[in-house]
Every structure is written in C-alpha cells, then in structure tokens.
C-alpha cells in the first residue's frame, strides 16, 4: 500500500501552519493557493479525515491534523539528513568512523583528537570500541571498525595498512602487600606459581585467539579489559604484567609494586592500523594526525613535538 502522506504534502501542512494561512503558504513555496489548497483537501480526501478547521477564519489543524504534521516534521526532519549524509559520502566523507582502541590503551589521549575532528565533521558519527590481543585485527578484518589504534604485532592476513606507533613496556606488578614482595629478586618463573595469574581475554571473534604474557600459576583469574587487570590485581586477586604507562599513578601511590623476574617479557610494538582499500577523508584524516603522534612506554600515546 502506498501512503497517501508524501513529503511535498508534509511540506505543504508545515508551512501553512508556520504562516497561518494558506496563501502565505503558497508564497513561502512559490505556488498558486489553489495548487496548496488542491494538496490540502486531496490528503484529506485519501486519508479520510478533515486536516483542518475551516469554521475559523485562520487555518487552524484538527487534532488529526497536528499529529499528521507532528510526526510529519520529524520525517521532513530525517530526509533533509539523510540528503546531507548521502552528499557528505558523496564528497568522501563518512556517515560513520568507527575506531577500535587496544586495551593497552587509554582513550584518553585520542579525545582531543575526537574534539579537533568534530570542529571540521560534525555530521560523521564516531563509534569508538575496545578490544583485546587478537580481537583488534579480528574487528578490522570482519569489517567491525575502520581505523584500529594500539594493533600488536603482525596482521593476521594482507590487505591492511600500518604505521608504528612504538613500543609498551610491561612491568610485572603485585598489590604492595603481596607475599611476593617479600622475596628477593629477581624472582625465579616458581615462585609465582602459588598465586593466580590474573590475564584479559582475547576479544577475537573469528580469528584464532591470542595470547599474551601468560605466567605458569595454578590458576587464572579471566578479566575483560586492562581495566579490570589492574584493578584485580590492586586487590591482591593474582599477579601479571600490566602496562608501564597504565600503573604509573598507582606505582606513584604505593599500591602496586614492580618486581624483577629472572625471565622479563620483552616490550611489545603497537601500530594504527587499516584497510588499505579504504578512501574515506575521515579515515584519512585521524591516520595523517595519528602518524604525527608516537607512544612513549612512560606516559602512554603523545604528540611527537612533547617528546623535545
């Protein structure tokens, strides 16, 4: 069934209602009153009920009538948005940027990015996600992002783009109560396997899970994000390696502790990674500022002139 309710009628109730009367309506969009007056009364012919209360002298919409134009407006609304999306993504422009973050990461740095990226594209909506190890390349090779930033290590397949950022130091940290800190170090790979090691899991969907600075303890506690590591591990529930610059505030306070094991994991290299296929401006964009920036283990992602 085809609605009789079409956008010119729509446009038609909406300016007669804004200049209360059906010529000045007409002059508003440029017709005849008999061209306004002929889509008013075919609507209400179709919809079979009055549109309008023609007992008063000024055009004044029935109950019916409002409704018509109040939900009416919210679809004149949705076109003339979808009609400047369709022309942003004309012109190269994202209708949505979605960008994936790695775990080891804070959000905080990219903020401002996303500040300064509103002020020139307000209209591109940004989707920001987490994900962990594995699940970073999992999101962009299944289409789930756009831009991924703190990707570790190789690409699973080919097709994407890459530019280092650096590399995250990770420190194997304890609550400061820990049994642990009361042994000399550095700590043999043993000693540690009386407490759970705390880990976050892999949020791949497809591709095969990855690990990553696994301890030999009896037992696990499995967390979803860096977050969660650090905060169990604050409360003593396990020991592991957790990201230098993410503790720095903690190690500062006293609550963790960094102790020296007889086998230190070695740092690992993050990277912005993409689909080589993808043009879009927005994309383009946040990896041009992205490649201005670099990571440093201390004090997490900066821009490049902070480190002078």
């Known amino acids: 069934m085809i609605s009789p309710i079409t956008l010119d009628a729509l446009l038609t109730l909406d300016a ?84 994936a973050i790695d775990s080891v990461l804070s959000c905080d740095p990219f903020y401002t990015l996303i500040e300064d990226f509103q002020r020139i594209q307000p209209k591109t909506e940004l989707r920001l996600t987490e994900e962990v190890l594995g699940g970073s390349w999992d999101a962009l090779s299944d289409g789930r992002c756009d ?49 759970p090691t705390v880990i976050v899991a892999d949020s791949s969907r497809h591709l095969p899970v ?37 503790i720095a505030r903690q190690l500062g306070d006293g609550e963790l502790k960094v102790l020296a094991l007889d086998a230190p994991r070695p740092p690992s290299e993050i990277s912005i990674a993409w689909s080589r296929g993808n043009t879009g401006k927005g994309l383009k964009w946040f990896v041009d500022r992205l490649k201005q920036m670099q990571f440093d283990p201390e004090r997490g992602i900066i821009v490049g002139d902070e480190t002078e």
Do not use: C
């Open 16 to 99: 007669i209602d804004r200049r209360h009367s059906f010529a000045a309506a007409a002059e508003e969009l440029f017709r005849v009153p008999s061209a306004i007056s002929y889509t008013v009364n075919k609507l209400e012919e179709d919809l079979g009920v009055p549109l309008f209360d023609r007992s008063r002298r000024k055009a004044e919409l029935t109950p019916v009538g409002r409704l018509v134009l109040e939900q009416g407006r919210q679809i004149l609304k949705a076109t003339d948005e979808l009609t400047a999306m369709a022309r942003r993504a004309a012109d190269g422009w994202e209708v949505e940027l979605r960008i």
């Open 210 to 246: 990855r690990s990553s600075g696994l301890l030999d303890g009896r037992s696990r506690v499995i967390v979803p994000t860096i977050d969660h590591k650090i905060e169990a591990q604050l409360k003593g529930l396990g020991v592991g390696y957790l990201p230098r610059h993410r």
């Open 147 to 195: 831009l991924v930033i703190g990707a570790p290590a190789a690409p699973p397949t080919t097709g994407f783009a890459l530019h280092s950022l650096g590399h995250v130091v990770f420190d194997f940290a304890v609550a400061a109560d820990h049994p642990l800190t009361e042994l000399p170090q550095p700590i043999p790979a043993s000693a540690i396997q009386d407490y």
